[in-house]
């Protein structure tokens, strides 16, 4: 099972979860719970969804005690951490996002729809936190090949975010508090770490946000972070994306590095008026040793 192979490379025993929370039922996020043995159900495992997303669902192999509704609105307990549901268009039963808050610290897990409504922005104002979609470059969607009924999906206001309407939406909710932006769900055949991270890093250069902006891999197991600050030494990025310290401040691009060419020798300007200096110094000394070697008969 890819889930507990990505688990695997995290060092992450399934045993440890204490609860799954599912957005949505498209496949690309609930393929796992269709199996035979689904992950909630090997290892007792709550999961929570909206109920409109279990009845469109319809799994029966999970026990009825480990599915759990979830209200918009209703913040559910886990452990020391505290899970509110909001909606989010998108083109299912009932989709959410979620806000993940712990102490004063609060997280913004928002993926997989068309548009940000005022009503998010406003509830995710100030999260140090974002897991935010960035999902397409719309010129390359809509050059991508594929059937127009699809692109029509991913452009609309029920589809996916581009990376311009990323930029602006956390540009509206970003602050000085935010301590870090991470865009995910990338699409990986119409859109790129550099254009997603070039689009939000312009949309945040007005803002006072001075935390750290990451390119998550579309493709590859996101570490996990702790609540609090997370330094970036301790978020391996693969060097396919890009990671950038505080873009408030001018760009420096730490990963990946580029080969540093080999540096050329510096040599000095001959019509410079240093070099022209140098070359009168030497060439009177020249001649005083010259006058001097003569009068000794040395």
């Not at 799954?20 to 929570?48: C, M, N, S, W």
Request: with cysteine; hydrophobic share 40%; proline share 9%.
């Amino acid at each position: 099972m890819r889930t507990l192979a990505a688990l695997r490379a995290l060092n992450v025993s399934p045993e440890s979860i204490s609860a799954i929370f599912l957005t949505h039922e498209h496949g690309d996020h609930v393929k796992a719970l269709k199996i035979r043995l689904p992950l909630p159900q090997r290892y007792g495992i709550t999961t929570y969804a909206p109920k409109g997303v279990w009845d469109a669902l319809r799994i029966e192999s999970i026990d009825l005690e480990l599915k759990k509704n979830i209200t918009v609105g209703k913040p559910i307990q886990v452990a020391e951490l505290q899970v509110l549901a909001f909606t989010k268009p998108h083109d299912t039963s009932e989709p959410v996002g979620y806000m993940v808050s712990s102490n004063d610290t609060r997280c913004a897990v928002v993926t997989d729809l068309g548009e940000v409504p005022t009503d998010i922005e406003k509830l995710l104002s100030g999260c140090e936190y974002f897991i935010f979609e960035s999902n397409h470059d719309p010129d390359m969607e809509r050059a991508s090949g594929r059937g127009p009924m699809l692109i029509e999906r991913v452009l609309g206001p029920n589809g996916h975010l581009s990376n311009q309407q990323a930029a602006r939406a956390l540009s509206k909710m970003v602050t000085k508090e935010t301590q870090m932006v991470m865009l995910g769900h990338l699409s990986i055949d119409c859109n790129t770490p550099g254009l997603a991270y070039g689009a939000t890093l312009n949309g945040l250069k007005q803002t006072s946000f001075c935390g750290e902006l990451l390119v998550l891999p579309p493709d590859e197991a996101t570490p996990f972070l702790s609540a609090g600050r997370a330094p970036a030494s301790l978020i391996p990025v693969p060097q396919y994306h890009k990671k950038v310290a505080k873009p408030c401040k001018p760009a420096k691009v730490e990963f990946p590095l580029p080969k540093s060419p080999v540096p050329t020798p510096v040599r000095p300007n001959p019509d410079s008026d240093i070099w022209v200096v140098m070359k009168t110094i030497a060439w009177v000394l020249g001649v005083v040793l010259l006058i001097y070697l003569f009068l000794t008969g040395r």
